[in-house]
């Protein structure tokens, strides 16, 4: 069995984080089936506009010798703009499977259009269509009518995410935040709510982005008690989950948060907005709480409830955390990946 791997989002200097669950699957995979599995992947950049489109077309012209390899199974991950690669692949090659992961971000901003009309016209290349959460199936259905076959996560790598059991550890913050300091994160909505939160409040803040960086790094110096990191690796990340109480996620718009799983394997519960998708993963009093989305007082709220919380009642939310999706780590789902690749095969 041949299998090609494609995707736009894959770790790089600049981007540490981006598209580590497509690094993470790829080299799970080169384990696990029995032939050969390759992948074709765009690092990322911070590049816009005109860079941007000169960057894609340099990739879709590097997909050039992978036109003279046969290979029985395409995988792609996210469905725009990359789609157009194993269409015309299978234009040469028709027996060729191909498999589309759709991660949320590909399929919750499309809007009617020109887009969507090409996208529905290259769909009749797919074979099997995985969607990594509910919502992002929804959308799939009523976006472009797509036939979901599997809801299948991405995977958390359970060898890098777990809960320090080998001694106490000492908790140094009370929050944590990771994501890129983009609006669809709310990090503004965080920015504004630490400003109104006493300066006791200890935040562990991991990201990227020049605004927030600047602006945080001032309340900083103001005297609020935050610590930020720009990049860490994942068994860094780790490590801060381990010194964190709680994970704190005020998106407006998620596809199926890793980041979510990855703090619930460390034994973190999560507080995240009400959107559909975090209701997919937060079991309000089980495993975490929710707050109204894009509400800075409600997300004041639940951090002061929060901190007051009893060591009892916060013991029995990490257990929460701790006792679930334990069925969707890393090698589960390449386990599963591995046996739809063959199924479609034959």
Request: glycine share 6%.
């Amino acid at each position: 069995m041949r299998i090609l791997l494609i995707s736009n989002a894959y770790p790089s200097k600049e981007k540490k984080f981006s598209g580590i669950f497509v690094k993470n699957q790829f080299e799970e995979l080169k384990l696990l089936v029995d032939g050969e599995v390759e992948i074709f992947a765009m690092r990322r950049e911070f590049t816009s506009g005109f860079k941007s489109i000169i960057k894609y077309l340099k990739f879709y012209f590097s997909f050039t010798p992978y036109i003279f390899k046969k290979f029985d199974v395409i995988h792609l991950h996210f469905l725009s703009p990359l789609i157009l690669l194993p269409a015309f692949y299978k234009l040469l090659y028709p027996k060729t499977r191909v498999v589309l992961t759709l991660h949320g971000s590909d399929i919750n901003m499309l809007k009617k259009g020109m887009e969507l009309n090409l996208y529905n016209r290259l769909k009749t290349c797919i074979d099997f269509t995985i969607a990594v959460g509910k919502e992002v199936a929804k959308n799939a259905i009523s976006k472009l009518n797509l036939n979901v076959d599997s809801i299948l996560p991405v995977g958390v790598n359970n060898h890098v995410f777990y809960p320090n059991l080998k001694s106490k550890s000492i908790k140094q913050y009370d929050f944590i935040f990771v994501g890129s300091f983009l609006s669809v994160k709310g990090i503004d909505v965080l920015y504004s709510a630490i400003k109104k939160l006493p300066k006791s409040f200890s935040f562990c803040i991991v990201g990227r982005g020049e605004k927030y960086e600047k602006k945080l790094s001032l309340l900083k110096k103001e005297g609020y008690n935050l610590t930020l990191f720009v990049d860490l690796n994942q068994e860094e990340l780790r490590g801060e989950y381990s010194k964190s109480y709680f994970l704190v996620a005020p998106s407006r718009s998620e596809g199926f948060s890793t980041v979510v799983v990855e703090a619930m394997y460390s034994g973190i519960p999560v507080l995240g907005s009400n959107i559909p998708q975090f209701k997919e993963q937060i079991d309000v009093g089980f495993n975490g709480y929710l707050f109204d989305v894009d509400n800075t007082d409600a997300l004041v709220e639940i951090l002061q409830r929060m901190k007051r919380l009893n060591s009892d009642a916060y013991n029995d939310l990490k257990n929460g955390a701790l006792h679930s999706f334990k069925d969707i780590s890393l090698s589960n789902v390449c386990l599963n990946l591995y046996q739809i690749y063959k199924r479609i095969i034959s």
